[in-house]
């Protein structure tokens, strides 16, 4: 949502909402974006505790290409993933994408926009150092049986002298 004025312009001051669909905020390719100014006294609304980059868990359901999209979805089963944008303003505000156990982007899932009962949070921190925890004694027992295989041909050998 901007709030404008250009020099010149049909009108002194407009306020329109923007998307960056096409790199250029909507404007053809003569546009330059210059800058902008940021008000730190105006509070950014709720999201309801999510913010982006936050790992949740989704519950399962319909993703949307837009966040205020008119369509019924698609339907992606749950897993975890990544709050990639927020839009408080849409009918489905919230944009997930899916991630692996150690937060990875993956494919496969959900890569669009949610509603707010599809998605719960979850302690991604814990999340993230169980996975690790996982990998580490996979790999301790990958490394136990490279050591018993080594053991045994070592007592082949031994025989052999």
Sequence with gaps: ????????????????TRSNSNGRWGQNSNY????????????????????????????????????????????KDPSL??????NVNGIYPYHCRK???KGNFVGGGVYGWVAENTISKIDSDKSVIEAEIKDIETAI?????????LEKRKAELEAQL
């Design 1 to 16: 949502m901007t709030s404008e004025s250009g020099y010149n312009a049909k009108k002194a001051f407009w306020t329109q």
């Design 32 to 75: 330059k974006f210059l800058g902008f100014i940021y008000n730190p006294a105006v509070e950014d609304p709720s999201t309801s505790g999510f913010s982006v980059d936050e790992i949740v868990n989704f519950l399962g359901g319909n993703h949307h290409s837009s966040s205020n999209d008119k369509g019924k979805g698609t339907y």
């Design 81 to 86: 993933a990544r709050i990639t944008a927020i």
């Design 99 to 101: 991630v692996n156990d």
């Design 141 to 149: 027992a990958d490394l136990n049986a490279q050591i018993v295989a």
